[in-house]
């Protein structure tokens, strides 16, 4: 009864192997070599398959098999041009980062910014302005040396009350211990490292990690 049963469970194992061999039914040129080869053995001697249907298969597999070898190489090109694009972001490590805007979004709540100030400095005001470039707020800037420098502004306006909700813009004029006036904006930083994560690449400027794409300007 074993003996029996036995054959009936192999075959069902190798029925199972074999459906789930090319489980997205995906075709290859193996496959499709497999299938003329098939075909010429089945076909009917009385009416066998002509030179010309030949030459069109065979034809067919030889262009199946130079687009994998296309792809393949264009999938290694792309690996070797994404590596190289690194590299040369690690070369902007010292430089600095534009980020194309000096604007922050003020929302009934306070705002903290970060600024660099790429020479010491002996005294000055960071400046808010508004829309239509009216400063609305002064922030003292402590002297200090060159760096980026940490605020926070809380929405009151030099006037008195507090500003709308909008975007606003950010700016400083202050003078180094020479005595020199010197100005800086926000949106602007020196790269100090690369991080390169899940496939993407992440420059740190100031105390954060932000995407390459999304700085406008190196120099």
């Known amino acids: 009864m074993i003996n029996a049963t036995t054959p009936t469970t192999t075959s069902s194992t190798k029925t199972s192997t074999s459906a789930y061999e090319n489980p997205d039914g995906i075709l290859g040129k193996d496959d499709f070599l497999k299938l003329l080869l098939t075909q010429l053995q089945y076909q009917d001697p009385t ?25 393949k190489a264009l999938e290694e090109l792309a690996k070797t041009l994404a590596t190289g694009d690194q590299l040369s972001v690690i070369a902007a490590i010292g430089k600095t980062a534009d980020l194309g805007s000096n604007a922050i979004a003020y929302d009934d709540a306070e705002v903290t910014f970060e ?9 000055g005001n960071v400046e808010v ?44 004029s202050y003078k180094d211990p020479q005595g020199n006036d010197l100005t800086t904006r926000l949106g602007t930083y020196p790269i100090e490292s690369v991080r390169f994560e899940e496939g993407k690449t992440l420059v740190k400027i100031g105390s954060n990690y932000v995407p390459v794409e999304n700085i406008k300007e190196i120099y």
């Not at 030179?51 to 098999?65: M, N, V």
């Not at 600024?115 to 005294?123: L, N």
């Open 47 to 71: 009416e066998p398959t002509d030179a010309e249907t030949i030459l069109t298969q065979t034809s067919q597999l030889a262009a199946l098999e130079s687009a994998e070898n296309t792809n």
């Open 115 to 123: 600024m660099y100030f790429p020479s010491d400095v002996a005294s």
């Open 129 to 172: 302005l508004d829309s239509e470039g009216k400063v609305v707020k002064t922030i003292t800037i402590p002297a200090s040396s060159s760096g980026v420098e940490q605020f926070t502004w809380d929405g009151t306006l030099s006037t008195g009350g507090f500003a709308d909700p909008a975007l606003y813009y950010v700016t400083a």
